[in-house]
């Protein structure tokens, strides 16, 4: 059987979908792996021998600043990626027997998958991440023209394919109720390569990220002396070093390393996180005795057309005892760095309030407790005082910050207790390869199997034709 993973957008930056490639990789003779130019995929997916990229040109219409120009380009955008999902879809891409499709975005994704579903005979299992048409009412307004149509082709096309997955338990009972659409939920998990790291793995990650340990104004983290910081002399990081049997192990009096990914959108204020950490600052200076030195490092991973801006920002932050970076990371670095951090922080909000997070999931995986934004379904995910906080505002989030984060026992022990509470709960057991194959592999199987046994129907009744024609013939003579 082949199979093809559809996302109209960078497929480097859509994990979910990659790790649904490499699990059909291991039923499948090809998985065609369709998406925009862009990212690189991770390690796994690039060395999968029978996993094919079909990469199409990136985004051609940038979002305009005018709301005006914005709603003009919406339907001509719509007409172009329709134009080069179709070419793709149907000419470029071999007959699969199965296509997945990541929406949003819905428009035009679903009407291509619907066109090569009727002109191809595939089978089509549409991967609910989140509602297109609240996307767009983000932007819009609730009662906005475009975003009633959006919902209303939303809903068509949704029902007249095969197979649907979503990401939470509350979004299956929104398309069943509204929609009529029957979706199994596939909780996101974390693959396996998302773990704890031991000291020695820290240690040779850290020195491999130094040149990235840079404040936004382009000052490396810790000051050099003769050109060289003190924390990297003799093999040693700010957060290990060497005993004297050349072993790594943790220093004593380390700072403590929070990751927060993001995709520097207006999805996400990151302007909380800012402020929180300008705010502990303070607070550590006038606990802190003097000297002390850094107690925080933040790391923020990701891209995205806010992160100039923000960086700008940052450049101009007067912090003494918090020190701030952002990265950018190779796929294979990213799961390395949580498996390394002390907590994680996660700034998504959704807006249908229907999907969850996966950087959580990722940052479980990692056996990382995680800070998270509260939202309508957080609950699912993030047990509040169990394996994270959850935070409503500022304030919230700077009190949690200096609880888990502040050099004293009694942080040290609340981060112990959350981390055990992340290995307890069952969010990321099982796995990603096992769920999927308890979940979705069930649901791929009975589609194509019903889509297979009604081609052969067409089929057989096609190749009758003839003698039906015949048998009419010498009936009427």
């Known amino acids: 059987m082949r199979a093809a993973v559809l996302v109209l957008g960078d497929v480097g930056r859509s994990p979910r979908m990659q790790y649904h490639a490499l699990s059909l990789a291991q039923h499948c003779s090809k998985v065609y792996l369709i998406g925009h130019v862009g990212e690189r995929c991770v390690p796994q997916v690039e060395v999968q021998q029978n996993i094919i990229p079909i990469l199409m040109s990136a985004d051609l219409f940038p979002r305009p600043k005018s709301r005006f120009l914005y709603v003009l380009c919406l339907p001509l955008k719509a007409v172009v990626q329709m134009v080069q999902l179709l070419w793709t879809l149907l000419v470029v891409l071999p007959r699969p027997d199965l296509l997945l499709v990541q929406t949003p975005p819905a428009i035009p994704t679903l009407a291509a998958a619907w066109a090569l579903r009727l002109l191809r005979g595939c089978t089509v299992v549409v991967d609910w991440h989140n509602l297109g048409y609240s996307v767009l009412q983000q932007s819009l307004g609730t009662r906005h023209a475009l975003v009633v149509v959006s919902r209303m082709y939303e809903q068509i096309f949704g029902r007249a394919l095969d197979g649907h997955l979503c990401v939470t338990r509350a979004m299956a009972d929104f398309l069943h109720q509204e929609w009529a659409v029957k979706a199994r939920v596939l909780y996101d998990r974390p693959p396996s390569f ?31 002396v003769d050109g060289v910081a003190a924390e990297w002399v003799d093999g040693a990081t700010p957060f290990t070093c060497l005993d004297h049997q050349g072993r790594a192990v943790e220093r004593a009096r380390r700072p403590m390393l929070l990751v927060s ?47 100039a801006m923000y960086e700008a920002r940052m450049a101009t932050m007067a912090l003494h005892h918090v020190a701030v970076a952002t990265m950018w990371l190779a796929p294979g670095d990213y799961p390395q760095l949580l498996g390394s951090a002390d907590l994680g922080v996660c700034l998504h909000t959704s807006t249908s309030g229907l999907d969850l997070p996966m950087k959580v999931l990722d940052m479980f995986g990692c056996n990382l407790p995680v800070c998270a934004v509260g939202f309508q379904c957080i609950s699912e995910l993030v ?95």
């Not at 790291?197 to 990650?205: F, I, K, P, S, T």
């Not at 969010?427 to 589609?447: G, V």
């Open 383 to 477: 047990k509040h005082q169990v394996n994270g906080f959850v935070f409503h505002s500022r304030e919230e989030l700077t009190s949690q910050l200096l609880e888990l984060l502040s050099p004293s026992t009694e942080a040290r022990a609340t981060l112990t207790c959350l981390r055990q509470g992340v290995s307890n709960v069952e969010t990321i057991q099982p796995r990603w390869a096992e769920n999927w194959s308890e979940i979705a592999l069930p649901l791929f199987a009975d589609q194509t199997a019903e889509r297979l046994d009604h081609g052969r129907c067409v089929r057989y009744a096609a190749s009758m034709l003839p003698f039906g024609v015949l048998l009419a013939r010498w009936a009427l003579s």
């Open 194 to 224: 998302f773990r704890r790291l031991d000291v020695e793995q820290r240690h040779a990650l850290f020195r491999r990220l130094q040149p990235l340990f840079v404040r936004p104004s382009g000052e490396p983290i810790w000051k050099a």
């Open 261 to 307: 990914s993001t995709s520097w959108s207006a999805d996400e204020d990151f302007a909380l996180l800012l402020d929180s950490l300008a705010a502990a600052d303070a607070r550590l200076a006038g606990s802190l005795p003097e000297g002390h030195g850094l107690a925080i490092v933040a790391i923020i991973t990701g891209k995205g057309p806010q992160k």
